[in-house]
């Protein structure tokens, strides 16, 4: 039978599984994190985003890079696409945690939930995600 046991090992009580099917089917931690909701900010600074834009397509992955060098935002976070292109940064007013993450060594990634081209501008919508290995 398939149960959940304790085990009495002195001053520790731990837990044991018995291997069964359904318990080889269970996937007790997800290793990605949905953290948060947001846009990518900054897409009418970038050079060519209108050439860019019909590349990126809702699901893309986008890669964060820390920026702590910025002269303007030293929790700054740049976003890039999947071809490894500038496309923005973590808007300002929510990039303070997920720098201090990032600087921790923690792999945070977004991921494209909607887009429009807005004349120059770009709006980019995005989840925030953490990658726990």
């Known amino acids: 039978m ?55 397509t809702i699901g893309d992955r986008l890669d964060f890079f820390r920026d702590a060098d910025n002269a303007h935002d030293n929790n700054a976070i740049e976003v890039r696409n999947k071809n490894h292109v500038k496309i923005g940064f973590v808007p300002q007013k929510d990039n303070i945690i997920f720098a201090r993450l990032m600087d921790a060594g923690k792999l945070l990634y977004g991921k494209v939930t909607s887009k429009e081209l807005q004349g120059r501008w770009v709006k980019i919508d995005m989840e925030i995600y953490l990658h726990e290995i």
């Open 2 to 56: 398939n149960e959940l046991s304790k085990v009495d090992t002195g001053s520790l009580i731990t837990h044991k599984y018995k291997k069964s099917k359904e318990l080889a089917d269970l996937k007790p931690f997800q290793r990605d994190i949905l953290l948060f909701d947001t846009y990518v900010a900054g897409t009418s600074h970038v050079e060519g985003i209108e050439e860019l834009e019909p590349f990126i």
